[in-house]
């Protein structure tokens, strides 16, 4: 964390956590965070932690709320739970897949609310 806190607004740049760590620490070994909310804090500051978080947050609330709606909005809601608690002890950031399946998930939820509100009128 003080990586975070010597650049908290827009933090060191992208993958630099290892190599601040690196200067910072005088040993020669690649280090990482072990979580993901430490990584983007550290690489991308408040502003990147918040750029990458609201698509989360933006498919939790949707899926929340209209979790009655279908099994598929609740599954999803369920996965974007695990995701979010899973990062604590994982890197995900630089996993391309994770991104790719945040999108269908995201795109699930949209496409699901957009048959419900065809269906109701």
């Known amino acids: 964390m003080t990586l975070f806190h010597s650049k908290p607004l827009l933090g060191w740049g992208i993958d630099a956590f290892r190599y601040a760590q690196y200067s910072e620490l005088n040993f ?9 909310y430490g990584e983007i804090l550290a690489d991308l500051g408040i502003v990147g ?18 979790k009655n709606t279908n099994f598929l909005i609740r599954l999803v809601f369920l996965l ?3 995701c979010l608690v899973f990062e604590v002890e994982t890197i995900r950031f630089y996993a391309y897949m994770e991104i790719y399946l945040m999108a269908i998930m995201g ?4 496409m ?4 419900n509100k065809k269906n109701n009128i």
């Open 28 to 36: 020669r070994t690649i280090v990482y965070s072990h979580t993901n």
């Open 112 to 115: 699901s609310l957009n048959v």
């Open 80 to 82: 974007i739970l695990y």
């Open 49 to 66: 932690f918040v750029t990458y978080y609201w698509y989360y947050v933006f498919i939790l609330y949707k899926s929340y709320k209209n």
């Open 107 to 110: 795109a699930i939820i949209l």
